[in-house]
């Protein structure tokens, strides 16, 4: 297994090369850089983007309108231009710029918001708490409900219970999660019906005078309807994959002989079949975390006004804030490759007859 590990490891630096490469050199391509945002600020000109679509020369493309290298830019001097592009590394060939950028990821060395004058660490340290908060509850939540409902449906298959749980569920699942954000808010929330819980924030503005209760209390107020709202989605997937598991060890040969032995229902249920039936359910439990909290909620963030890692990774992709996309891609990236090692331990972890290097070999 050792041998197994090291292999993966080692492939970590190949797949997150890779992964940097692509995106990086996608960059490139894309209009609308750093240096058009600020010079769209500066001019008054709004979005940058309404710039690079319509305004200028008719039949000259944007970046060269006017011999200038970008649009809007000819009211501004030439030294201002290249002083921004000193500033921010951009006056360098992308080769040069994506090996530097590299050796300081390898030191873990992420640089600093190129429109917050905040290192990229702590703009991602301050969004944690939300992004915490709907990942940890929403994962947790779903783990609770999902597999013993799953259990439940898989010992009455084909019963009346299974059939409405099961059109329940799948009405869950078809809800896009903004709207059934949008419907909390209106239902619980918008003042139209019933106010039980806040508009917005993940906390009252007076949390710090609470005592701990009440900061405990105040929290959950705030986080019960987003969390809901995040986590109805998950039910589905998590709660078939239980039941069908299930199903699939409760139909083996070894689950017969064990009845035949005279073994109680339950007995049989939760001493032989629960371990074997799990394995992929449990096994799967890092690669789900890890995807729901990093991966963000951009839109159930906005409508509950929330500021997460969801919206930072919208906000600085549309200004170009390129240390924190490429920062937090890198992270997200390599903490993605390494839960795939972990996945992969903890199926070993749960049935030890799981080899993975002779399954290679």
């Known amino acids: 297994m050792a041998a197994y590990i090291l292999r993966r490891l080692v492939l970590i630096i190949p797949t997150l090369l890779g992964i940097m490469i692509i995106n990086f050199t996608l960059t490139q391509f894309v209009p609308g850089g750093p240096i058009e945002q600020i010079i769209a600020r500066l001019e008054g000109g709004g979005d940058v983007f309404q710039s690079i679509a319509g305004s200028g020369d008719a039949g000259q493309p944007a970046a060269t309108q006017g011999g200038e290298r970008y ?26 710029r994506f090996l530097s950028m590299m050796w300081s990821y390898l030191r873990f060395d992420f640089g600093e918001s190129y429109f917050r004058s905040i290192s990229v660490v702590d703009l ?88 701990l209760w009440g900061k405990i209390v105040d929290y959950l107020w705030h986080i019960t309807l987003p969390v809901i709202a995040s986590t109805i989605s998950a039910f589905a997937t998590l709660t078939l994959l239980t039941k069908n598991s299930f199903l699939d ?25 629960f371990r074997n039936a799990m394995l992929i359910v449990i096994a799967g439990f890092p690669a789900v975390f890890v995807s729901v909290f990093f991966g963000g909620s951009l839109i159930i963030e906005t409508i509950f006004s929330l500021d997460g890692l969801g919206r930072l990774g919208f906000e600085a992709a549309v200004a170009r804030d390129y240390p924190v996309v490429f920062g937090t891609l890198y992270v997200f990236a390599l903490i993605g490759l ?7 331990l903890m199926y070993v972890w749960i049935d030890p007859r799981i080899d993975f290097e002779r399954r290679e070999a």
């Open 71 to 96: 649009l809007g830019a000819r009211g501004l001097p030439p030294e201002f231009i290249a002083e921004l592009e000193r500033q921010f590394g951009l006056d360098k060939p992308p080769v040069e």
């Open 124 to 211: 991602v340290i301050e969004k944690m708490p939300v992004s915490i908060t709907l990942g940890l509850w929403s994962t947790l939540i779903a783990y609770l409900v999902s597999i013993p409902l799953g259990i439940a449906k898989a010992v009455r298959d084909g019963s009346r219970f299974d059939t409405w749980t099961s059109g329940a569920i799948i009405v869950c699942y078809a809800i896009p999660g903004f709207l059934f954000a949008i419907l909390l808010l209106v239902l619980f929330a918008g003042g139209s019906y019933l106010q039980w819980f806040p508009l917005r924030g993940l906390t009252s503005d007076n949390w710090a005078q609470l005592s």
């Open 249 to 273: 060890e409760i139909r083996k040969q070894y689950v017969m002989t064990a009845r035949a032995k005279g073994l109680t229902p339950r007995r049989v249920l939760y001493g032989h079949v």
């Open 338 to 344: 390494l839960v795939g090692i972990l996945s992969d």
